[in-house]
């Protein structure tokens, strides 16, 4: 899977006109190439999406993506100024990665270890083996639990924690991810353009 970011950048309404137009183009010809072409969310401006962001999945989905990426040129009179001289207008197609899911609880992933309880200044708790350590092996985060005296409690309560790491971590990529997203947004660059498209039914001519 692939996401395709299209951005109207700091362009007018014309632009957010061609965000619309060029999304659907795009899933259109994913349709065609049987890619599974779907929109994730839109930022919405007073003439239509400032950006879109779709997921393309199948075998050839990359590739589609890249055909893309770039500055992309919709040619057309302006139907928001009547009379306007300026025909031309662009948005910007970025690629990104997904973020990645969350934690799969698979015990195949984790490892327990377990040790004795101890208390303050050194004293033992207990002389059973009741905390426990639990190591998320793909990424090397571990947490740990002592506080109850039964080892099964521990555990669910080290997993807890370590749930939250894992959350946290999450969340710390999807904001990073997104931060990407808002630069490419303010990075679209005119001219060049990688594909050509006119009027007001987006006929591709280039």
Not at 80 to 88: A, M
Not at 161 to 170: G, V
Request: hydrophobic residues 35%; proline residues 6%.
């Amino acid at each position: 899977m692939i996401w395709v970011l299209l951005s109207a950048g700091r362009g007018p309404g014309e632009c957010q006109l061609a965000v619309r137009g060029l999304t659907t183009a795009l899933c259109a010809e994913a349709a065609q190439a049987g890619i599974d072409a779907e929109l994730l969310e839109t930022e919405d401006g007073p003439h239509g999406p400032v950006s879109a962001l779709l997921a393309l999945k199948g075998g050839e989905a990359e590739a589609l993506a890249r055909d893309w990426e770039g500055t992309v040129r919709w040619t057309c009179p302006s139907p928001l100024r009547p009379g306007w001289k300026r025909k031309n207008w662009f948005v910007g197609v970025s690629l990104l990665a997904p973020p990645p899911a969350g934690p799969a609880w698979d015990e195949r992933d984790l490892r327990f270890d377990t040790c004795r309880a101890s208390g303050p200044g050194g004293q033992h708790v207990n002389k059973t083996n009741s905390a426990v350590r639990v190591t998320h092996l793909k990424t090397g985060l571990t947490a740990f639990a002592q506080e109850e005296r039964s080892q099964h409690r521990n555990k669910a309560l080290a997993v807890a924690r370590l749930a939250a790491q894992l959350a946290e971590r999450d969340e710390k990529v999807k904001a990073s991810a997104n931060q990407d997203r808002r630069n490419r947004h303010d990075q679209l660059e005119r001219g060049g353009e990688r594909r050509v498209y006119a009027g007001p039914d987006f006929r591709r001519i280039g």
